[in-house]
């Protein structure tokens, strides 16, 4: 089964704190795997996918195909990183099947 | 700079009604989609379509339907609103060649009571 699972429905951490929020998938092919983020009134959008294997906002996120996983992390966190974050994962053309989702927020 | 526009932000109809959602893209993108997005549940998918009068069942089709007559424009349709459909309805496009980014609208909050 093509399946994304974020175990966290709710994190909070301090500002300057590390943060990593978790992704974990199932999937028989060879996964694409994308974060989108929605801030407070604004559009959800994407983030960074791991193909290009960047640093967005200090966010990485690094594939580990032996765990059939894609964390989210970011070494010292920042109070404008508080929103919503949701796993993707490319099932086939076009077709994101995406997790729960997690709130994080950032205390000061 | 690309737009998706959902044509309600907030949208209050009566159990039993016919319900009209809409969501213009004005990037010329050939793929559109419609979720919706509840608390616990993330993003879950009801429609696509790839082309013009073309569309796709997502996750979770039952009690829904589309309609794609021009390219900018995807509407979804509950024939028969219920109270297990109030959910906030997020629209959503994407180029033919770009298998990854989703371009999203601002969402439509619908209640049916």
């Known amino acids: 089964a093509q399946r994304v699972t974020q175990p966290e429905k709710l994190l909070s951490v301090f500002k300057g704190a590390p943060v990593e929020l978790k992704c974990n998938y199932s999937y028989s092919g060879s996964p694409e795997l994308f974060w989108y983020v929605q801030y407070s009134r604004q559009r959800l959008q994407l983030l960074l996918r791991h193909i290009s294997r960047e640093s967005i906002k200090g966010f990485t996120a690094d594939l580990n195909k032996g765990e059939t996983s894609f964390h989210l992390k970011k070494p010292f966190a920042q109070e404008e990183d508080s929103a919503m974050y949701y796993c993707?994962?490319?099932?086939?053309?076009?077709?994101?099947?995406f997790g729960q989702g997690t709130r994080l927020t950032i205390n000061p | 700079d690309v737009k998706v526009t959902q044509s309600s932000r907030y949208l209050v109809k009566r159990t039993g009604e016919k319900v009209f959602l809409e969501c213009v893209q004005d990037?010329?993108?050939?793929?559109m989609f419609w979720y919706r997005q509840d608390p616990g549940l993330g993003l879950r998918l009801i429609y696509f379509s790839y082309d013009v009068k073309m569309k796709e069942k997502g996750d979770i089709p039952e009690g829904y339907s589309v309609s794609r007559e021009k390219k900018e424009r995807f509407s979804l349709i509950l024939e028969s609103a219920s109270t297990n459909q109030t959910s906030m309805y997020l629209c959503?496009?994407?180029?033919?060649?770009?298998?990854?980014?989703?371009?999203f609208g601002p969402g439509t909050r619908l209640t049916v009571t």
């Open positions: 959503a496009s994407n180029p033919q060649a770009n298998t990854y980014e989703q371009y």
């Open positions: 993707a994962l490319n099932v086939r053309a076009q077709k994101l099947v």
């Open positions: 990037m010329d993108h050939e793929n």
